[in-house]
């Protein structure tokens, strides 16, 4: 099973504020998935990225795919309240079989 | 969008009993689901994965014969957590993979969980 890790684990930050998060892998990925969850419920997928080197905007989300595809980054800007939540990174093997969580970050915007 | 109904949301069992999870892709075809478990403030654990007509293939450390999976179509798994004790309590997470688009990139579209206490 290839492992995820993501940085860092918790962040708490000032509405308005950007920040990024990391998910790295010493394996490489066919694709990548970003979700968050909020407590008490099913994560929601956010974004998938499949090329590397990719970069997709989901308004102030910008999600990056690495060239070697083995790590991907989030980047919100203008942090709101309501961005608060487990963002999680996952993605399937190149086996296509084994679909794999990272530890998660967990963000809280303060206002 | 693709939905994944989970049923139930919360359930609340005595030590000894069954409780049954069911897991149903509303609008799409589901070849695999995939069962997690989640602890507080954690990610999501990897339980097994099941596909429709054949056993469900279990994560290392994973008791087959305490949480016993079935994928009886290609709509639904169920998720039976047998003998339940206390620390079965956690919050279980059913998802499944689009048919159609059952391509090596393709997401997972996720249950909203059930949150599971026995007492």
């Known amino acids: 099973t290839q492992l995820l890790e993501q940085s860092p684990q918790f962040l708490s930050i000032q509405e308005g504020e950007n920040l990024t998060v990391y998910c790295n892998s010493s394996s490489v990925f066919s694709s990548l998935q970003w979700y968050r969850q909020e407590p008490g419920e099913g994560p929601v997928l956010l974004v998938t990225?499949?090329?590397?080197?990719e970069v997709k905007k989901l308004k102030r989300l910008t999600f990056q795919f690495g060239d070697a595809r083995k790590d991907s980054s989030l980047h919100i800007t203008a942090a709101q309240p309501g961005d608060t939540g487990l963002y999680l990174c996952a993605g399937f093997d190149n086996y296509g079989q084994n679909f794999v969580f990272g530890p998660g970050t967990r963000l809280s915007v303060l206002p | 969008g693709a939905v994944v109904s989970q049923h139930p949301s919360r359930v609340i069992c005595k030590s000894g009993t069954s409780v049954k999870i069911e897991c149903r892709s509303l609008d799409f075809q589901a070849t695999t689901m995939f069962w997690y478990r989640q602890f507080p403030k954690k990610s999501l654990m990897l339980m097994a994965t099941s596909n429709e007509g054949s056993k469900a293939t279990y994560e290392q450390g994973v008791e087959k014969d305490k949480f016993l999976i079935n994928h009886a179509s290609l709509t639904l798994s169920t998720l039976t957590v047998t003998s339940a004790h206390p620390e079965d309590s956690s919050f279980y997470i059913c998802?499944?993979?689009?048919?159609?688009?059952?391509?090596?990139?393709?997401?997972?579209?996720f249950g909203n969980g059930t949150r599971l206490t026995v007492t």
């Open positions: 998802s499944a993979r689009d048919r159609k688009t059952d391509r090596g990139y393709s997401p997972l579209h």
């Open positions: 990225v499949v090329t590397g080197g």
